[in-house]
Structures are given as C-alpha cells and as structure tokens.
C-alpha cells in the first residue's frame, strides 16, 4: 500500500480561497506545472523561495508514492519589459546592452538558475520546456482562440478579447478581479495601440525591424505573448485538464488569470483544479529592490560578500531559515534570521548524530507512531513546513533526554525514530548535513578531539584555569563542548 492512500492532503486553492481535500485526477498519478524564471539576469532570491516552496512539495508528494509529472519552463522570450504588451523583450534588451546574442543571454543566465538551485539541492523537474522550442503550439493555440471567437488580428499582431471572453466566462475569478472594476482603473488607449480595449492581451506581436527574436507565423513575423507560452507546454505536457498549477503570488494577475481565459477559450474547460501561489520574499522589512540597495544574491549567501549579511552561510541553513516559514506567508530576509537559523540547524544535525549512538531499553517513554503522524499530519495541512521543523525539535529535545537517560526508547521505536527523522530532514525538506559534507571537517574534528584530550588532562591535574581556558576560548570561535556521563562531545555554531 502507498502512503498516499493513508495520509490525506489538504490545499489552499487560490481559485477558490479556502483549503481542499486534495484528490487527483488520475488515482496515484499528479500532474505539477510551476512557471519558471525568464531568463535575462541572475535569479532573484524571492524566485529562489518559490521554487524551494514547490521543490518541497514534489517532494512530498514523491515520498508519498505518487508518480509525479513536474514540469517548469523556462522563458527564453516574449517577455516584456514590463510585463504589458509594450516596451523590449527582457532578454533581447539584455543583449542589445551587451552586445551579443539573445541567445547567449540565455544560456548564461539558464546556467546560473540550475547552478544556485543546485546549490540548494533542489530535485530537478520532470521535464523543463523552453517557450522557444515551442513556437509551432502556440501558433496553433492562437488559432483556435481564433476559430472560437475569442481573439483579433491588427497590423500583424493577434490579441485576446477580454470583453467578448467575458461575456461567457468569468475573466478575473483568480485574482477575484471583476472587469468592470478593470475597466474604470485603466486608462484609456492612447490612440497608438491596436487593441480594442485595453483589457486586451497580446497573444502574437509582430516584430519591428529590429527585433531579432522573431519568427514566422500566419499573421506576421514576429513572436509570441509571455501569457501564451505556459498554456500552450502545460497542456502539451500535462493534457488539458491537470491537478496542481503554482507560481509566485505576483503571477497571480495578470499572468495566471490570462492563463486560465486562454485554455478556457481555446479548449471549452478550465484547466486547473488546484492553483497554488507562494508569498513574496522581503529584505529587512521592505521590499528587495536594486535601485535602493535593499538586495541580495543568492551565490552572495553562500561567500557572505553582502553589506546585509555579517558571515557566509551554507545553502542548508539558508533553506533551512526559508523553509521556518510556511509558503503562503511573507517571508522577511535578515542577517538575524540567518544567524538563528543556522543555531537550529546544527542543533538537528547534533541530534541526528547523537541519534545514531543513542542505546535502546525495553520500552519508550514517547508514542513515537503518534509523533511520526504528527509529521505527517503538518505536511498533509497545505505542506506546512514551520510546523514539521517544530515536530522534528520536539524529536530533538526527546533524542537528548535518552542520552542523559530521563527517557527510554525501545529498540523497535529507535530504528522508527531514526527512519521519520532522516525521511523528513532529508528527503522532504531536502536538507544537507554539511557537518559531514564540509571540507576538511575531519581534520577540525581531530583538532577538537587533541583539545578535549588536553582539557581531561588539565582536569586531572586539577588545572582547572587551564580546563576553562580551553573550553572558553572554543566557545569564542563557536565550537561548543558539551560534558556528560560518557565523555565530552562537541558541536560547532
């Protein structure tokens, strides 16, 4: 029997604002599409967080024994400067600034997005499409709006007709907009624009002479709408009706509601039961801009070369301190958020160490099925991440009692214990114990062993001063010595 079949998952559905028990289409089968990065610059700390969000959960969900199909694009053209229909396309004006090819924009930037997730051990999707190795279903998709009514051809360019969509349809019933309210906040059409209303997206723009991203279509060399893109590989990949749509809650208008009014004029039927938006990321209590210096890399986590950090920290803590925060919530990124969360980390990892030495007695002193259901029951509430990582503390407060010997543990349970704990720490949460991995942590742990060895002999001789000394002046540089029944063990903060 799958695990799925015995833990039920409830999760909050944009569309419909409330939480829902989650039933997939296919029994044991899901289909995932998250809308990836466009590529024209190194990737953005809070995409970073959002793609960690639905990592988590293709994790979960694979722990569980669903057979999952994630799929994230990449967009490698048609995105705007400012995400309307007018102005550059993002990459083509990167290359125009530098003098190469849109391409190459491209591919350096695709590299450093599957270099800093990796980083950050993220799984890999199922399958990763690029908007440009897509042309030919979007042009198709164009056309069938178009046979259905729902779209219009000017000077080369083919838009959406939000006002005739919404004559049959709900346009805005994601982002719980009503196009009337749309219509009094936009201002009118300078004259200049070929749309009807300007409510109207552009499925196809022509290119102007010099647009060097353009390709041939029935209307116009030119390319197509960032909105098209995802609609036309999610179906493709996915079919027309699949279970899980999730992006960043700034997609949620107008990029996921063109979405949805794209695959309903074009196909007849909505496209998603289950739309998931992850919150923004802020810095030190305000938004992260460039333009203000509120602003962070993720590589500049990891070498700690950032005014707003005091120190580098590793990828785990960094995910970690992400992931204490439950993904419809704003997240704010502080050098003290770090700081604590990287104290919480080792602390997890102390206890997995001491777990794997821990002695069993003929009972347990903990319901350890009851706390492992707990695990289960906080990641079955719409993934909720802070209050699993508090389950697994709980574990870590009962891990260090059984040392000092004021718990017990059978046998039976310790090996469960041990099984929950690695199952949630690593393969859910996707965590990475970098007291093992970190180079030349061995030679550090040899050095603290000839120190502890040196301090028992100056508690011997009763050279206490001595003993202090060394215990004190490794706590200065963040290795902590823990004295107990069996020895001295220590960990590093």
Known sequence: MQLYQSQGIRIYNSLTGQKETFEPINKGHIGMYVCGPTVYSNVHLGNVRTFMSFDVIFRYLKHLGYKVRYVRNITDAGHLENDADVGEDRIAKKARLEEIEPMEVVQRYTVDFHNILNAFNFLPPSIEPTATGHIIEQ?????????????????????????????????????????????????????????????????????????????????????????????????????????????????????????????????????????????????????????????????????????????????????FFMLQAHYRSILDFTNDGLLAAEKGFNRLMDALGVLESLKASNTSSLDINAWQQKCYDAMNDDFN???????????????????????????????????????????????????????????????????????????????????????????????????????TTFSVN
């Open 139 to 319: 042009i198709e998709l164009i056309k069938n709006i178009i046979d259905n009514g729902f779209a219009y051809e000017v000077n080369g360019s083919v838009y959406f007709d939000v006002h005739k969509f919404n004559e049959t349809n709900d346009y805005g019933k994601l982002s719980k907009r009503k196009l009337e309210d749309l219509i009094h906040n936009t201002r009118e059409l300078d004259g200049q624009s070929d749309k009807k209303n300007p409510q109207d997206f552009a499925l196809w723009k022509r290119a102007e002479p010099q647009h060097i991203m353009r390709w041939p279509s029935p209307w116009s060399d030119g390319f197509p709408g960032w909105h098209l893109e995802c609609t036309a590989m999610s179906t493709k990949y996915l079919g027309e009706h699949f279970d899980i749509h999730g992006g960043g809650m700034d997609l949620k208008f107008p990029h996921h509601e063109c979405e949805i009014a794209q695959n309903e004029a074009a196909k007849g039927q909505t496209p998603v039961n289950y739309w998931m938006h992850a919150n923004m990321l802020i810095m030190n209590g305000k938004k992260m801009a460039k333009s203000t210096g509120n602003y962070i890399l993720p590589g500049e986590i990891f070498t700690g070369e950032n005014p707003h950090i005091t120190k580098a920290f590793s990828p785990s803590v960094a995910r």
């Open 385 to 487: 991440s802070p209050i699993l990582i508090a389950h697994l503390f709980e574990a870590v407060k009962y891990i260090n009692q059984i040392k000092e010997g004021t718990e017990t543990i059978s046998s039976e349970d310790l090996e469960l214990l041990k099984q929950t704990m690695n199952t949630f720490i690593f393969d859910v949460l996707g965590l990475v114990n970098v007291t093992e991995t970190a180079t030349g942590s061995d030679k550090l742990s040899g050095a603290v062993e000839v120190l502890i060895k040196l301090r028992q002999e100056a508690r011997a001789n009763k050279d206490f001063a001595l003993s202090d000394k060394i215990r004190d002046e490794l706590a200065e540089v963040g290795i902590q010595l823990k004295d107990g029944k069996d020895g």
